[in-house]
C-alpha cells in the first residue's frame, strides 16, 4: 500500500507543472477604452491600404482625439470616438460593430442618398413598367420602341448568373442595345461581375492590378497581380452596344464592375462617377470585443490610377430635374439614343 | 517570394515526417530481423512494438494575435496514432501524430458572441533511455526514463466571422527534453496496471509565422489566399511550450492495452503585437495499444 501511495504520489508530482500554463499564455491586452482605441488606430496605421489615396493625416487624428478617450468612459462615448476616427477616412469599406451599434461612412452615405443620379419610381414606372420581367437578379423590360433592352440589376448580393442573362439576352436578340442600368447598386458578390462579364466580347485584355497591404508602412505593399477579362466559355458572347448606367451611389463590387467594363470595346459607361470602394475589406476584433473592417489592399486601373474614391464613366451625364418631372430618365433616353446611332 | 517561402516549409514537415517512419521502420526492422538468438534462455524476447490508436477531447484556449488580440476557449477531438518501440525495457523510441480540430468562441464579455476555428497537427518523436528501474522479477516496477527527440506542432486558426476569413498559422519546431516516470503494477501478473507520467519541455524552438493573417484576394479573380503581411518569418524562442501526459494503462493480456489519460499542451512563440500566437490544451485521451511484439515474460 506505501508503495503504491508513493508511486501515485511520484506521478502526481508532475501536475502542478500544468498550473505553470499562465508562464507561456502571458496577458491580454488589457480590455479598456484607451488599450482599445490605440490599437484600433494602430491597425489603421499598419494595415489600411488607401491612406494615400485619402489624404488623412493619421497621426494627427490620432493627436486629436486621444485625449478624449479616458479609461472607465461609456461603451456609447467611446464608440462616438471610435466612430469619429473611422469617419476621418471617408471609406464604405470602414465600419465598426459594437453590441449595440454600428459606424458607416457619413460621407459615402451622402454620396448615395444626397447626389444620387437616379429616381426609382421614374425608372420603375415609364421604364420597366408593371410588364416588365425577373430572371435571376436581374429586373429587364424592351424599351425604345422595343429596340433597346434596359436591364435593372439594383444589387451586386442579387444572384446574376450567365446563364441567366444569357437567357434575356437571346430572349431580346433583336434589339440593337442594351442599357445595364447599375445605379445605386452598393456592391456585393464580386463572383456575379465575373458571370456578366462571360458575355462580353473578351480579347485577353488585362482588367485591372491588384495589391495587398504588406507591411506596417502606408506604402507596403505586396507584389501586383494583374486581373485578365474572362474568357467567354459555353455562352454566345454579346457584342452589340452595352451601355452601363452609374452613379454616386454605387460601391464597392459595381465601382469595380464599372472599372472593368470600360476595357470592353463594346462597352460605354454614362452617368456619373461612382462612390469607389474598389479595396478589399478585411476585419478583426477589438481588445473589448468589438469589431472592425477597413480596405487592405489597393487597385490599380490599366492606366496606373487608383480610383479608390470612384471610377469616372465615359460620358458624363446628370439626372435633370426638367426630366423627371416630364416622367423622363434622361440618362436612359441618353442611353438609348447612343445604341440607335451606332 | 512568399511562394518559394512557403515551398520551405511544406518541405520541413514531410521531413519530420518521414523521420518518424523511418524510425518506425527501423522498429519493425528490429522486430522481423530478430532470429531466435535474440531470445535469451528464458524465452524472453527483448524487443517490443506498439501501436497505438486513440481519440481526445478536451479544452483548448488560443490567442492569436495577428488576427484578433482576445482570446477564443473551445472545445474540440483530437485523434492520435502512435508507435512505439521497447528494447529490453531498456530504451525505447516513440512516434505519434495527433490532429486536432476546435470550435471556440470570443471570450470577452460582454460579448459579440463569434466562433473561431483552430486545426493543429502534432508530430512527436523522442527516444527514451531508462535510468532507473527495478529488477524485471520483482513484483512491482519503478522506471524512470529521460531522453528527448523532436516535437512538430503546426496550426492554423481561423476567425471567419471577420470579413475575409482570416487565418494565422503558426509552426513550431522544436528539440524536446523528456522525463518520465512509470509505475507497473504486479507484472508478472496477466492482467496489470501502469501509472505513468511524462513531461516534455521545449527549451528552444524555432517558430514560423508565414504572414499574420491571410486575406482571400477575391479581386484577383481566384480564391488566393494571399499573406497580408507576407513575411515568411523565423525567430528562436526559447522555452516555447511544453507537454504533460499523465495517465493510466490497464494491460489486457499480453498483447492489447487500454490508455485513459490527461495531455496538456501549451506553446508560445514569444515576441509580441501581431506575431505573438499562444495556446494551451487540456485533453482526456483513450487509446488502445495493439503490441505486434511483447516480452512474453510479461
Known amino acids: 500500500m506505501k508503495n503504491t501511495s508513493i508511486r501515485i504520489l511520484l506521478v502526481l ?16 491586452i488589457e480590455n479598456s477604452a484607451t488599450e482599445t482605441f490605440e490599437y484600433l488606430w494602430r491597425q489603421v496605421d499598419e494595415r489600411y491600404s488607401l491612406f494615400d489615396v485619402k489624404n488623412v493625416d493619421w497621426q494627427a487624428v490620432h493627436d486629436n482625439l486621444a485625449p478624449r478617450v479616458y479609461d472607465g468612459m461609456s461603451s456609447d462615448s467611446l464608440f462616438a470616438v471610435l466612430s469619429e476616427m473611422l469617419n476621418t477616412l471617408d471609406d464604405g469599406h470602414v465600419n465598426l460593430w459594437s453590441d449595440n451599434d454600428v459606424f458607416g461612412s457619413e460621407a459615402i452615405f451622402l454620396q448615395r442618398y444626397g447626389n444620387g443620379n437616379f429616381d426609382l419610381n421614374t ?11 425577373t430572371t435571376g437578379g436581374f429586373a429587364y423590360n424592351a424599351i425604345a420602341d422595343g429596340q433597346v433592352l434596359y436591364i435593372r440589376y439594383s444589387s451586386f448580393t442579387n444572384s446574376a448568373s450567365t446563364s441567366s442573362l444569357e437567357y434575356i439576352l437571346k430572349k431580346y436578340a433583336d434589339v440593337k442595345g442594351v442599357v445595364f442600368d447599375i445605379r445605386q447598386n452598393g456592391g456585393g458578390v464580386i463572383q456575379n461581375e465575373w458571370n456578366i462579364m462571360a458575355l462580353l466580347p473578351c480579347r485577353g485584355q488585362m482588367l485591372y492590378s491588384t495589391q495587398l497591404k504588406a507591411g506596417p508602412a502606408h506604402n507596403d505593399f505586396g507584389e501586383p497581380v494583374a486581373v485578365f477579362a474572362p474568357e467567354n466559355k459555353d455562352h454566345t458572347v454579346y457584342t452589340k452596344p452595352f451601355v452601363v448606367l452609374t452613379d454616386r451611389g454605387c460601391y464597392s463590387a459595381a465601382s469595380s464592375f464599372a472599372l472593368c467594363v470600360k476595357t470592353y470595346d463594346n462597352v460605354i459607361v454614362m452617368g456619373d462617377t461612382t462612390a469607389g470602394g474598389l479595396a478589399i475589406p478585411a476585419g478583426g476584433a477589438l481588445p473589448n470585443g ?7 489592399s489597393r ?11 470612384g471610377v469616372p464613366p ?10 423627371l418631372a416630364t416622367g423622363h430618365d434622361n440618362i436612359i433616353d441618353s442611353a438609348c439614343t447612343l445604341i440607335l446611332n451606332q | ?83 512505439n518501440y521497447c528494447h529490453a ?35 512527436r518523436l523522442k527516444y527514451l533511455h531508462r535510468i532507473h528501474g527495478n529488477a524485471w522479477p520483482d513484483p512491482w516496477e519503478l522506471q524512470c526514463w529521460v531522453g528527448g527527440g523532436l516535437h512538430n506542432f503546426a496550426t492554423v486558426t481561423i476567425n471567419s466571422h471577420y470579413e475575409n476569413a482570416s487565418a494565422g498559422v503558426s509552426e513550431f519546431i522544436c528539440p524536446a527534453l523528456t522525463a518520465r516516470i512509470e509505475t507497473n503494477s504486479k507484472i508478472r501478473e496477466k492482467d496489470y496496471w501502469t501509472f505513468y507520467g511524462e513531461m516534455s519541455l521545449f527549451p528552444v524552438a524555432a517558430v514560423f509565422r508565414p504572414g499574420y493573417s491571410y486575406i482571400d484576394n477575391y479581386t ?15 525567430h528562436f524562442q526559447p522555452l516555447a511550450g511544453a507537454t504533460t501526459d499523465l495517465g493510466v494503462v490497464f494491460h489486457v493480456g499480453p498483447q492489447y492495452a487500454l490508455r485513459l489519460s490527461y495531455l496538456w499542451n501549451v506553446h508560445s512563440s514569444g515576441k509580441s503585437g501581431a506575431w505573438k500566437y499562444v495556446q494551451a490544451t487540456h485533453l482526456l485521451a483513450f487509446d488502445l495499444t495493439l503490441r505486434l511484439t511483447y516480452n512474453n515474460k510479461r
Open chain 1, 13 to 28: 508530482l508532475m501536475l502542478p507543472l500544468c498550473s505553470c500554463e499562465k508562464l507561456w499564455m502571458g496577458n491580454e
Open chain 1, 123 to 133: 425608372v420603375s414606372i415609364n421604364y420597366l413598367t408593371p410588364h416588365h420581367h
Open chain 1, 290 to 296: 468589438w469589431y472592425y473592417r477597413f480596405g487592405v
Open chain 1, 299 to 309: 487597385t490599380l486601373a490599366t492606366d496606373g490610377v487608383n480610383y479608390e474614391n
Open chain 1, 314 to 323: 465615359d460620358q458624363v451625364v446628370t439626372l435633370l430635374p426638367e426630366a
Open chain 2, 1 to 83: 517570394m512568399l511562394k518559394n517561402k512557403y515551398t520551405k516549409l511544406s518541405t520541413m514537415r514531410p521531413l519530420i515526417y518521414c523521420i518518424a517512419l523511418l524510425l518506425g521502420v527501423l522498429g519493425t526492422q528490429a522486430q522481423t530481423g530478430s532470429t531466435p538468438d535474440d531470445q535469451d534462455l528464458n524465452g524472453f524476447n527483448p524487443h517490443r512494438c506498439e501501436l497505438r490508436f486513440g481519440g481526445s477531447l478536451g479544452y483548448s484556449v488560443f490567442r492569436d494575435e495577428g488576427t484578433a488580440p482576445i482570446s477564443y476557449k473551445g472545445i474540440g477531438i483530437q485523434p492520435n496514432i502512435g508507435f
Open chain 2, 89 to 123: 525495457e531498456t530504451w525505447q523510441v516513440d512516434a505519434e501524430i495527433g490532429t486536432f480540430l476546435g470550435i471556440f468562441e470570443n471570450a470577452v464579455p460582454p460579448t459579440l458572441n463569434f466562433s473561431a476555428y483552430d486545426i493543429y497537427n502534432q508530430v
Open chain 2, 220 to 234: 484577383a479573380s481566384t480564391n488566393v489566399a494571399t499573406a497580408q503581411f507576407s513575411d515568411y518569418e523565423m
